[in-house]
Nanobody
Framework: VQLQASGGGLVQAGGSLRLSCVGS????????MAWYRQAPGKQRVLVAH???????RYADSVKGRFTISRDNAKNTVYLQMNSLKPEDTAVYYC?????????????WGQGTQVTVSS
């Protein structure tokens, strides 16, 4: 299984970006999907999560600014990021998992850099 993330780049504060993550293989539709980010010198943290049935949850720091969505027909999960701030600068990783599956699984994409200038 491969997860290919794209859409990162350099943007000014207040701008927008949309990240995409395309999954290969047959597991996408039965996976819970998420975006994480890791800033330099910091731990990787959860940004947004979308379950198999479309339920979403967000880190407090991005609520109201970021939106996660998925298109199972395209094996793709998106992260729409609006009103970007310099503190959103990080490498963003997509994540697919089913901890209740037998066997359980977790997959990570390769990461895409988001840089927000002030």
């Amino acid at each position: 299984v491969q997860l290919q993330a794209s859409g990162g780049g350099l943007v000014q504060a207040g701008g927008s970006l949309r990240l995409s993550c395309v999954g290969s293989g047959s597991i996408f539709s039965r996976s819970d999907m998420a975006w994480y980010r890791q800033a330099p010198g910091k731990q990787r943290v959860l940004v947004a999560h979308i379950s198999r049935d479309g339920a979403t949850r967000y880190a407090d720091s991005v609520k109201g600014r970021f939106t996660i969505s998925r298109d199972n027909a395209k094996n793709t999960v998106y992260l729409q990021m609006n009103s970007l701030k310099p503190e959103d600068t990080a490498v963003y990783y997509c994540h697919a998992a089913r901890t209740d599956w037998v066997p359980p699984y977790v997959y990570w994409g390769q990461g895409t850099q988001v840089t927000v200038s002030s």
